[in-house]
């Protein structure tokens, strides 16, 4: 008989949330992901390194793990949520909504998704939360008729949403959020009209 899964400990579950609201207070505030360490979130956090390390590897490892868990209501609403995100949504509406969804939590976590983008380890396009959403998109143009070649499209699609494009155009471009939004569903209205 299997054993049953223990609860993490009262002050693990403590200690997990003092490092992420540390991590993200820290990755907010600076010019670049790359200037803050393992170490510096330790110390905000009022945990030891050691502590970090065992708890999620290295500082990827950390990043991957605040991401995802700021992720979660979003992946939630895509697999079990209601229209126009969930799956009961005909692709020509669902892939919008899709696309307007992580720009939003891009430009809500840009601080975050720019220290994951930029973390070196491998290419963006081989993590697992990239591979989720190109999986998602390119199944759901493969239901669009006329549609040609949708893993190709699913990354042009994708690549508009990256992080270091959403900071270039919202910090230096100076583009409101909403007309960032604008801009990349009449992008993908057209690349869909192309399909359709």
Not at 5 to 12: F, G, N, Q, T, V
Not at 99 to 118: I, P, W
Not at 178 to 186: F, I, Q, S, T, V
Request: glycine share 8%; hydrophobic share 40%; aromatic share 6%.
């Amino acid at each position: 008989m299997p054993e049953p899964e223990r609860k993490p400990r009262k002050d693990a579950v403590r200690n997990r949330a003092a490092v992420f609201a540390a991590a993200d207070a820290l990755f907010a505030g600076c010019r670049s992901p790359e200037e803050v360490t393992m170490a510096d979130i330790a110390a905000a956090a009022g945990v030891g390194k050691g502590t970090l390390f065992r708890a999620f590897g290295d500082r990827t490892g950390l990043i991957r793990a605040l991401y995802e868990a700021r992720l979660e209501p979003l992946r939630t609403a895509v697999e079990e949520g209601p229209p126009p995100l969930g799956p009961a949504t005909p692709p020509l509406q669902r892939v919008p909504a899709l696309l307007d969804a992580v720009l939003c939590f891009k430009l809500d976590n840009r601080h975050l998704a720019q220290a994951l983008e930029g973390t070196g380890t491998d290419s963006p396009y081989r993590t697992a939360h990239y591979e989720r959403w190109h999986t998602l998109l390119r199944d759901l143009l493969e239901g669009v008729p006329g549609a040609a070649d949708s893993d190709f499209t699913a990354h042009a699609l994708l690549a508009a949403t990256r992080a270091d494009l959403v900071s270039y155009l919202t910090d230096e471009k100076d583009m409101p959020r909403e007309e960032l939004r604008e801009r990349l569903a009449k992008f993908t209205a057209g690349v869909l009209v192309g399909t359709a």
